[in-house]
């Protein structure tokens, strides 16, 4: 029992799922940061108000911290951003790029020589000019 378990857990894509979700807590927590200290004191400075993170009211007894959730919701944006651009994207490229284009289908119509309008392959003569038509390419 031990032995099987142990082959999951040793299988590379479980291993691989294991650091993602550790370097993802860990960008999360360094663009949380990032919004908290840098970003929005920045905002603040720019626009002249006092930094909006400390931004909360009171009702009835109960604090809503209003400056917590623009903030999280800050990080939020940024590490989809970051996400998207630096791994989805790159990643739908790489699928593109490795998907084959269908093979074309076999024509079904040939051109009149002679009144250039699109005929079926097997036709021995145009329907629109009547002119003989030879072979199956024309």
């Known amino acids: 029992m031990l032995s099987g378990f142990k082959q999951f857990i040793l299988r590379g894509n479980v ?10 807590a860990a960008f999360a927590t360094v663009v949380a940061a990032f919004t908290k200290d840098l970003l929005t004191p920045l905002i603040a400075a720019i626009v002249g108000k006092p930094d909006f993170s400390a931004i909360q009211f009171t009702v ?3 604090v809503f911290a209003l400056g917590d959730f623009i903030n999280a919701a800050i990080s939020f944006l940024l590490v989809a951003a970051a996400v998207y651009f630096f791994v989805v994207t790159p990643v739908n490229m790489l699928v593109a790029r490795m998907r084959k284009a269908p093979a074309p289908a076999d024509p079904t119509t040939k051109k009149c020589p002679e009144c250039l309008s699109e005929i079926p392959l097997d036709a021995k003569r145009c329907m629109h000019c009547t002119q003989p038509v030879l072979g199956k390419a024309a």
Do not use: E, L, P
């Open 15 to 24: 291993v691989d799922m294991a650091v993602g979700v550790v370097v993802g």
């Open 60 to 62: 009835n007894g109960s």
